[in-house]
């Protein structure tokens, strides 16, 4: 039986495979669309002010697709090193000790790419009250995502014994 349990942990290469593939894919297809939309920049170069907003937004977009893919990354390497190989050689900011530190990495990185979906939409904002109520909704997510790290994050363990 103990040997089934240490074997059945090696199911979490399935989702450490599917997370780090679709980080891959996010990567490279993001990769694609901005190379494309620079290209069609040079080619039909537009120096209006509206252009460069809209060019702008696409960063900004971008930037979001890019921060999504880099939280599939970190997830996939979390599920490796927490339930395939402890002793992988990570840099310190990437070494988890916990499924529950793991979970903060991600709400890290949902509050970073709310903040680029509300400064996405405020390039394109053109008027109105729109952005307020939109504005408002994504502070209250956030505070109340950076509430949950606040209070579930414990202080790291002394290296000293």
């Known amino acids: 039986m103990k040997q089934l349990l240490i074997v059945s942990r090696l199911i979490m290469v399935i ?3 599917v997370t780090l593939a679709c980080s891959f894919v996010l990567i490279f297809y993001q990769g694609a669309v901005v190379t494309l939309s620079i290209v069609r920049l040079l080619r039909q170069p537009d120096l209006s002010p509206k252009a460069a907003k809209v060019f702008a937004v696409h960063v900004v977009e971008s930037v979001d697709i890019f921060l999504i893919a880099i939280a599939a990354y970190i997830i996939s390497i979390g599920l490796y090193s927490l339930f395939i190989d402890d002793k992988l050689v990570l840099p310190s900011w990437l070494r988890l ?7 903060e990495n ?3 990185v949902v509050i970073a790419v709310l903040a680029v979906l509300f400064l996405g939409e405020a390039v394109a904002w053109e008027g109105g009250a729109g952005i307020t ?4 909704a994504c ?3 956030i505070a109340a995502l950076v509430m949950f790290l606040s ?3 414990s202080p790291p363990p002394s290296d000293q014994a």
């Open 15 to 17: 989702p450490f495979v």
């Open 151 to 153: 209070k579930g994050r």
């Open 133 to 136: 109520a939109f504005g408002a």
């Open 106 to 108: 991600l709400v890290s």
């Open 139 to 141: 502070a209250l997510v």
């Open 97 to 103: 000790r916990s499924l529950e530190e793991l979970k």
